[in-house]
């Protein structure tokens, strides 16, 4: 067995190959590998001079400046009035945020209140639009009333035939004046819609199709009289 795998080793080499060549060889390869191992230790410590110099450029670098804006400039004053004074501080700064809390608030309720005796300005100087809002209620309930009792013939003769009659005509003055804000003028027009469509319904004498759109144009006109503050005003709703 040791003769065999000594016999294949000496294979891997050429007979050819003296003694004295390979002892030249050695001294050569020895010669060759100290040469390259200077030259690869001058490599590696070039690349740990450079290195450092980065890491050194990199560390002394000014980080960059975040944009500061007030009220980041405002809570990073706070933090550090609660870290330096502690609880006490704390509680001092947090009633100083309640109060300007309480101020905005109260600013809101100021406006608020402007904006409901304006209106309630608007509506005390419009007798006649309250007039013809109250008329719209006694139609209405007209109406109603002929519908529940499947009798379309008088619901038609209140109704008047289309929506250019003078109680409709009126309505919408009223509603023209008093409505300000995207919801009361979105309720107007669902109310003349449905009302266009209870007219078309009552000259075909649908019965279930009349008491749809009723109900979708008193629903609509409560709607409005609410949001305009009207609802108290008004008889009948």
Excluded: H
């Excluded at 001058?42 to 960059?64: G, H």
């Excluded at 619901?155 to 003055?173: C, P, R, Y």
């Amino acid at each position: 067995m040791a003769t065999a795998f000594l016999s294949t080793a000496n294979s891997f080499f050429p007979s050819s190959i003296s003694p004295s060549t390979s002892s030249s060889c050695s001294s050569s390869s020895s010669s060759s590998s100290s040469s390259s191992l200077g030259t690869a230790l001058v490599y590696l410590n070039n690349q740990n001079v450079q290195r450092r110099t980065l890491c050194k450029a990199f560390n002394e670098s000014p980080p960059p400046t975040p944009a500061l804006t007030k009220r980041g400039f405002s809570l990073c004053f706070i933090t550090s009035l609660v870290l330096a004074a502690g609880k006490g501080c704390s509680n001092a700064i947090a009633a100083i945020l309640e109060a300007d809390d309480d101020e905005e608030l109260l600013e809101k309720v100021k406006k608020d209140r402007k904006k409901r005796l304006e209106r309630q300005g608007v509506i005390s100087s419009s007798s006649q639009e309250k007039g013809y809002l109250q008329d719209v209620v006694y139609k209405l309930s007209e109406i109603g009333q002929a519908i529940d009792n499947n009798d379309l013939s008088i619901a038609s003769s209140v109704l008047g035939g289309s929506t250019d009659t003078e109680w409709v005509k009126n309505a919408n003055v009223a509603f023209n004046k008093l409505s300000s804000s995207p919801e009361e003028k979105t309720q107007v027009e669902t109310f003349n819609s449905s009302l266009a469509s209870l007219i078309s319904s009552v000259t075909k004498n649908d019965v279930e199709s009349s008491k749809v759109a009723f109900v979708t144009s008193a629903t609509a006109f409560e709607k409005w009289t609410t949001l305009t503050g009207l609802v108290g005003q008004l008889k009948g709703l």
